[in-house]
C-alpha cells in the first residue's frame, strides 16, 4: 500500500461530484425523496470538502540495508517513534487477531456499527457511567489522527468523521493506517514501532504469543508497560489466547506453545548502523519514511567492526579517525559506508563524515595523469622518464624519501609514486587537461579551484573527497568509465549514467602497473597479505602527514580507505603505507576472501611490441637487446630510439669533429650516450662515469647557435628581496649537453665568471632589474631576467 496523501484524495472526489452527482441532478424528477438524497450527497461532499480529514501523519525516518533489514531510525518530525510499514508486512494471522479483538465486523460496516453503538448505550445508561464505547478500528483511527476529549460530543464527531475516512479510503488503507498509530506507551507508536523496540525483530516474524501481546497493549498503554509489567501482561495476553481458542481461531497445539512462551520484551535501543549515509539519505529523501540502501548490512557491519578496532590500535599514534567506502564494481552500488571511525565520540570529531569531507590526495592522483599520458601517446609502461632534480619554472619538487633515482620506466615510476616524473608528465600534459578530466569524473571542489590549481596538484595540492576518488578507482576497474556512485539499488533494466575519462587500454595499462607488489608502499607488516586477494592499490600522503589514502580495487570491490585527523593535525608516523595500507588489507581479506583468482582481461586493441630498454622507444641501430612492452595501436608515439648518438672523432677521441671541420681521412665514428642535460647534471653530481662527448675541434669556426645551456637557477622573472647591508648570494647553476666542458657567466652581458657545467656559482646582486646569461664553449647561450629589490 503507498503513503496516504491528502492531496491525491480531492481531485477523486471533484470528479465525483463531476461525473455521478451532477448528471444525477439533472435527471432528478419530481419524487421528493431523491431530490432530497441527492441534495445530501452534495451537502456531504461540500462539508468534506470544507473540512477534509488530514490522513498524512510525520513518520520516523527508517534507513534499511537492501535486503529490507533496518540500518537506522530517527524520530519523526514530532518526536515519535511512529515507523511506516505495509500492510503486506503485517502477517494475516496478526491482522485476524486485531481485527477479533477490536472490530471483528470491520470489513462490513461503513465505519460505524449500529448494533455496537446501541449495545453500549444501553449499558452505559443501565451502569449510569460510561463503560463501553463501541470504537470501530475506523472511529479510533479518526481519534488518533485528532485527538478530542471523551465525550459523546466528541464521539458524534467520530462517528461523522469515521464515515467521511470510508468514503476516502479502503478498508485496507484505513486498517494500515491504524496499525502505524496505535499507541504503546511514550513516544512508540505504530506496530511496527513497538515490535522493533521491544522485541527486536519486525512484525512479519513475532510469535503467537508476541503479536497477542501487542495487540492487547493499545488498550492500556499506561498500566500495561511492556518491559516494567511484563507479569499483568501475560495474564491478559493468556486471557486473551484462550478467547482465540473458544472462537477457534487457532488450533489447540498453536495455542498450547503461545500460553508456554515466556515474555521477554524489554526496551531496545533503536538501531544505529550507517549513521553517516542514514542521515545523508534523509536529507536526499526528507518525506520518505522508508528509504532502501544498497548497503549489505554484513559488509557494513563487518567494516564498522574492522574501521573501529583498527583505529584504537592507531590512537597511541595520536591518529584517531578513519573512513572507508566500499563500492560493487558491477552494480556501482555502494556495499559499506563508513564515515568515522566512531560516531558517538565528539571529541574526535565522530559525526563528521570523513567519505564526503574535502582532504589533500596526497599521490593519489597520479594513475589518473599517467592514464591519460597513455591515452596522449606520451608514454608507455616502459617509456623511461628523468627521475632527477629538475625545477619547473621555480617549482623544484622532491621525492618523498627525497632521493633520485635516474633514468626510470613510467610504470616504475607510478608504482613508486615518484614526484619528479609526475611532475614532468603534468608539465607536458598541462594542469587544463588533468583538471578538466578530474571535473568530467564528478570532482566538484577541484571545480571551483581550477583557477588556482598548478603543477603541484598532482602530489596534492587540490582538494579530494574520498567518494570522488573512490569513484574514480571504480573507474579505472571499470575500463575507464566513471560512474555516480548509487546509494540505493538501481530499478531492474536501470542504467546508471557512466562518464568515459580513460580508453579501456590505458585503464587496464593502470591496474596492470598498480598490482605489482615489489613497491615501497607495501606496508611493513606483510603477514596482512598473506591471503590477499589480487588487487591493484595505490597509497597517498599528503603535505604535513595529515592524510593517509589507500584505494584499491579488482574485479568485484573498490575500496576507498581514508586515515587521519579530521582536526587537521599532521603525525610523523601517518602514512598511506604505513597507516592506510594495512586497513585497507584487512576489508579486502574479510570481504572479498573468495575472491577469482583472475583479473580484468586486456583489450583487444591493446598490443604488444619490441621497445629499446634504455628509453622505451623503438629499437636503433644502437638498441642491442630489445624487450616486449605494451602500447596503444595508432596512439601510442612511433619514435625511434636515440639513446646514443654517433660522433666524428680523432684516432685517440680526445677531439669531436662537426661535419664542418671533419678531415677528409683518419676520423673515427664512435657512440657516445645521448642523455638529456639534467640527466647528465644528475650522473655527474652523483659521480656516475658517463662517456662523455670529447671536446669540439678548437680549430673549427662553425658557430652552433641553439641548444644553449639550460639555466636551472635562478628563475625567470622571479622577484628577490635583499638586505642592501649584508646581501645574502644568489646561485647560478644550469644544465648542459655532455658534450660541454665550460660555461661562461655573465651579468648585465658582462663576463662573471668561466665554470664546469656542474659547478655552482654564487655572486651578490644589487638592487635592480639584472640579465643572466650562460654561454657554452661551443657558442650556444641562453638568457633570463630577475628584478632584485631591497628590503
Not at 494475516?92 to 462490513?108: H, M, V
Not at 578507482?473 to 562518464?499: E, M
Not at 636551472?712 to 622573472?717: D, I, K, L
Not at 654564487?762 to 630577475?786: M, Q, V, W, Y
Request: aromatic letters at 8%; proline letters at 7%.
Amino acid at each position: 500500500m503507498s503513503r496516504l496523501n491528502e492531496a491525491d484524495r480531492r481531485p477523486k472526489l471533484r470528479r465525483w461530484v463531476q461525473e455521478t452527482a451532477s448528471p444525477w441532478l439533472k435527471r432528478i424528477g419530481k419524487p421528493t425523496w431523491v431530490r432530497v438524497v441527492a441534495a445530501g450527497g452534495l451537502l456531504a461532499t461540500g462539508l468534506d470538502l470544507a473540512f477534509p480529514i488530514r490522513t498524512t501523519v510525520p513518520y520516523a525516518t527508517l534507513v534499511t540495508a537492501r535486503d529490507g533489514q533496518i540500518l537506522h531510525a530517527f524520530l519523526s518530525r514530532d518526536d515519535k517513534w511512529r515507523m511506516y510499514a505495509e500492510l503486506n508486512d503485517i502477517t494475516p494471522a496478526l491482522r485476524d487477531a486485531i481485527l477479533f479483538k477490536e472490530d471483528t465486523y470491520f470489513r462490513y460496516h461503513p465505519g460505524f456499527n449500529p448494533v455496537s453503538l446501541l449495545r453500549a448505550a444501553g449499558r452505559n445508561l443501565l451502569n449510569g457511567r460510561r463503560t463501553s464505547g463501541a470504537s470501530t478500528i475506523t472511529m479510533q483511527t479518526v481519534r488518533l489522527l485528532e485527538p478530542r476529549p471523551r465525550t459523546y460530543a466528541s464521539k458524534l464527531i467520530e462517528l461523522l468523521r469515521a464515515v467521511q475516512l470510508e468514503i476516502r479510503l479502503s478498508k485496507d488503507e484505513i486498517l494500515q493506517l491504524y496499525l502505524n498509530l496505535i499507541p504503546y506507551g511514550g513516544n512508540i507508536e505504530g506496530l511496527k514501532s513497538a515490535s522493533l523496540l521491544y522485541f527486536g525483530k519486525p512484525p512479519a516474524l513475532l510469535s503467537l504469543a508476541e503479536l497477542t501481546t501487542l495487540t492487547i497493549i493499545p488498550n492500556r498503554p499506561s498500566s500495561l508497560r511492556l518491559g516494567q509489567n511484563n507479569a499483568r501482561i501475560v495474564q491478559e495476553r493468556n486471557r486473551w489466547l484462550a478467547r482465540f481458542r473458544s472462537a477457534g481461531l487457532y488450533d489447540d497445539a498453536t495455542i498450547a506453545d503461545a500460553l508456554a512462551e515466556p515474555l521477554t520484551a524489554y526496551r531496545r535501543a533503536a538501531p544505529q548502523l550507517a549513521p553517516h549515509l542514514a542521515r545523508r539519505l534523509r536529507a536526499e529523501y526528507p518525506e520518505v519514511p522508508v528509504i532502501r540502501s544498497s548497503l549489505y548490512p554484513a559488509a557494513q557491519a563487518t567494516a564498522e567492526r574492522l574501521v573501529q578496532n583498527y583505529a584504537n590500535r592507531i590512537r597511541a599514534l595520536n591518529i584517531h579517525n578513519a573512513a572507508v567506502l566500499v563500492l560493487d564494481n558491477r552494480t556501482h552500488e555502494t556495499v559499506a559506508y563508513i564515515g568515522s571511525a566512531d560516531f558517538a565520540n565528539t571529541l574526535d570529531g565522530g559525526q563528521v563524515d570523513g567519505v564526503r569531507a574535502v582532504r589533500s590526495p596526497g599521490s593519489a592522483l597520479k594513475p589518473l595523469l599517467y592514464g591519460l599520458a597513455f591515452d596522449g601517446g606520451q608514454i608507455t609502461p616502459k617509456t623511461k622518464l628523468a627521475d632527477v632534480p629538475t625545477n619547473f619554472g621555480g617549482y623544484a619538487p622532491s621525492n618523498y624519501d627525497q632521493r633520485f633515482n635516474g633514468p626510470v620506466t613510467a610504470e616504475f615510476a607510478l608504482a613508486n609514486s615518484l614526484n619528479i616524473p609526475a611532475v614532468a608528465l603534468l608539465n607536458d600534459i598541462g594542469t587544463s587537461t588533468l583538471v578538466a578530466t578530474m571535473r568530467k569524473a564528478g570532482f566538484s571542489t577541484v571545480k571551483k579551484q581550477a583557477r588556482d590549481l598548478g603543477l603541484s596538484m598532482i602530489l596534492g595540492g587540490c582538494g579530494v573527497t574520498l567518494d570522488e576518488m573512490t569513484r574514480l578507482y571504480a573507474g579505472f576497474a571499470n575500463g575507464g568509465v566513471v560512474t555516480d556512485g548509487r546509494l540505493t539499488p538501481a530499478a531492474a533494466g536501470q542504467q546508471t549514467a557512466g562518464s568515459r575519462i580513460l580508453s579501456a587500454e590505458a585503464a587496464y595499462l593502470i591496474g596492470h602497473t598498480l598490482t605489482q607488489i615489489t613497491r615501497p608502499d607495501l606496508p611493513n607488516n606483510f603477514d596482512n597479505s598473506y591471503h590477499l586477494p589480487r588487487i591493484a592499490w595505490k597509497t597517498g600522503t599528503s603535505y604535513g602527514r595529515r592524510d593517509a589514502w589507500s584505494i584499491g580495487y579488482n574485479q568485484r570491490y573498490t575500496i576507498g580507505v581514508w586515515v587521519g585527523n579530521f582536526s587537521g593535525v599532521g603525525v610523523a608516523e601517518l602514512s598511506g603505507a604505513n597507516t592506510a595500507t594495512p586497513l585497507l588489507f584487512q576489508l579486502f581479506n574479510a570481504l572479498d576472501y573468495n575472491a577469482p583468482s583472475g583479473w580484468i582481461r586486456p583489450p583487444r586493441t591493446l598490443a604488444m611490441r619490441l621497445i629499446c630498454p634504455e628509453t622505451g622507444d623503438i629499437p636503433g641501430d644502437s638498441c642491442l637487446n630489445p624487450i616486449t612492452d605494451y602500447y596503444l595501436m595508432g596512439v601510442s608515439r612511433h619514435r625511434y630510439c636515440q639513446h646514443r648518438k654517433p660522433i666524428w672523432t680523432n684516432q685517440t677521441g680526445t677531439l669531436a669533429y662537426c661535419a664542418h671541420c671533419r678531415p677528409d681521412s683518419g676520423a673515427v665514428r664512435r657512440m657516445y650516450p645521448n642523455l638529456a642535460p639534467n640527466v647528465l647534471a644528475f650522473y655527474q653530481a652523483q659521480r656516475i662515469p658517463v662517456a662523455r662527448i670529447p671536446p669540439h675541434n678548437p680549430a673549427c669556426e662553425r658557430v652552433f647557435g641553439s641548444g644553449g645551456p639550460l639555466i636551472t637557477s635562478p628563475s625567470e622573472g622571479s622577484e628577490y628581496y635583499i638586505n642592501p647591508r649584508q646581501p645574502a648570494e644568489l646561485e647560478l647553476s644550469c644544465q648542459a649537453p655532455n658534450d660541454v666542458e665550460t660555461v661562461f657567466w655573465y651579468l648585465n652581458d658582462k663576463l662573471y665568471r668561466k665554470a664546469s657545467p656542474q659547478e655552482a656559482v654564487f655572486f651578490k646582486p644589487r638592487p635592480g632589474a639584472l640579465k643572466i646569461s650562460c654561454a657554452d664553449d661551443r657558442g650556444r647561450h641562453t638568457d633570463l631576467r630577475i628584478l632584485v629589490r631591497a628590503e
